[in-house]
């Protein structure tokens, strides 16, 4: 892309300026670093002090230049040159120069960079037939808990009492299982009673079911007697 910059400057001369002979303009301009071009203009001819002399005068002026570009531009392969140049008189001892100076090749940053995102998959593990997936933290679903009874003690089940062991052989021991169950996703009271083959009130018997949730543990029991030898 091409920017094309003005420059004007109203050079005092010492004498009488009435005419314009000739005159040449040069330049110095460079990239002087990353965001920065400088230089100088040098500015020569010869003039009449008076409309009616045969005589000229020379003159010789250098104009500093310099300009810093705004940040977005890349001037790494800018060149710069004078695109135009005119002057005027303006008045007795006044000469104003008007210059266009054009800085091509330059180069935009990208306003947003460009970000690669490598897209890493999640790897399934194979899962079995038949078999629900649950999203939960791991652990583990199921634990078993096995407590040898010295004494039966009752327990209170919807406002009455209810022993757990009925009618019991004093010669035999009795062995308590328990089968903790974690709630998962899917799960409902229905379910769990078919799939441990238990009955809604002796469920409730060990668990509040009125507010079940994921990640809650029921307690399934399930009773085992061994004759003593």
Known sequence: MKKIIPFKKEIMFK?????ITSISLEHSLHREDEHLIAGSFSLN????ITDTSTNTEIFSYDLPFDIHMDDHYILDNSTVD?????YEIVNENVLAVNIEVCVDKLEEKPLIEEVRVTKIEEIEEPKQENEEIIKEEPQEREEMVIVKEEKIE???????????FGAMDDNNETYMTYRVYIIREGDSIENILTRYAISREDLAAYNDLSEIKLGDKLII??????TSE
């Open 15 to 19: 004498t009488n300026l009435a005419e």
């Open 45 to 48: 001819g010869e003039y009449k």
């Open 82 to 86: 004078i695109e135009d140049f005119y």
């Open 154 to 164: 009752e327990i209170a089940v919807e406002n009455e009492t209810v022993s757990l």
């Open 221 to 226: 029991p399930a009773i085992y007697h061994a």
